[in-house]
T-cell receptor
Framework: DGGITQSPKYLFRKEGQNVTLSCEQNLNHDAMYWYRQDPGQGLRLIYYSQIVNDFQKGDIAEGYSVSREKKESFPLTVTSAQKNPTAFYLC?????????????FGPGTRLTVL | EDQVTQSPEALRLQEGESSSLNCSYTVSGLRGLFWYRQDPGKGPEFLFTLYSAGEEKEKERLKATLTKKESFLHITAPKPEDSATYLCAVGPQAGTALIFGKGTTLSVSS
């Protein structure tokens, strides 16, 4: 049963902490993406990766970091430099990184700063 | 600047009352237009991809159409379970990333 999994579903962060959000896919997709969703705003791209060991910054990369060591995995770290991290985080994947391929999304992680 | 605008922001319908959601776009060449459904607290669920003006796709009570400047998502005889936020995204000719609209939140009451 192919799909995208994200964990945890809910995450709480204290001020000054780094936290890592997990994203795994078994769709054999080359491209993976991280988005942030805030109330009343569209999805905003944080980072994307078109192939293993390569990734590019999106529109709002400051305060975030990623790695792509395996095709199936694309973890996102929210660092203490991200001043307003409370949001809903969505991971997605597509067959390739070309923009005519539909993206498929995971269930999301809701991050709250305490 | 590439841009996607969805209207209305919110739409309330009675069960069985058909209507349409609009997605207008300005991009430097269109590779694809995508519709998604998102339920509260969940990730978007893929619905349709449209590639060229004049193309139409249907799924149950939903029908998506595409022109050179906009796309419509027609909802025929909606049911309460169609209540969700519907997102539109475009894939521009240049670049990799999709550009998302802010969505239309549909509420269908019985």
């Amino acid at each position: 049963d192919g799909g995208i999994t994200q964990s945890p579903k809910y995450l709480f962060r204290k001020e000054g902490q780094n936290v890592t959000l997990s994203c795994e896919q078994n769709l054999n997709h080359d491209a993976m993406y991280w988005y942030r969703q805030d109330p009343g705003q569209g999805l905003r791209l944080i980072y994307y990766s078109q192939i293993v060991n390569d990734f590019q910054k999106g529109d709002i990369a400051e305060g975030y970091s990623v790695s792509r060591e395996k095709k199936e995995s694309f973890p996102l770290t929210v660092t203490s430099a991200q001043k307003n991290p409370t949001a809903f985080y969505l991971c997605a994947s597509s067959v390739t990184g070309i923009s005519y391929n539909e993206q498929f999304f995971g269930p999301g992680t809701r991050l709250t700063v305490l | 600047e590439d841009q996607v605008t969805q209207s209305p922001e919110a739409l309330r319908l009675q069960e069985g009352e058909s209507s349409s959601l609009n997605c207008s776009y300005t991009v430097s060449g269109l590779r694809g237009l995508f519709w998604y459904r998102q339920d509260p607290g969940k990730g978007p669920e893929f619905l349709f991809t449209l590639y060229s003006a004049g193309e139409e796709k249907e799924k149950e009570r939903l029908k998506a159409t595409l022109t050179k400047k906009e796309s419509f998502l027609h909802i025929t005889a909606p049911k309460p379970e169609d209540s969700a936020t519907y997102l539109c995204a475009v894939g521009p000719q240049a670049g990799t990333a999709l550009i998302f609209g802010k969505g239309t939140t549909l509420s269908v009451s019985s």
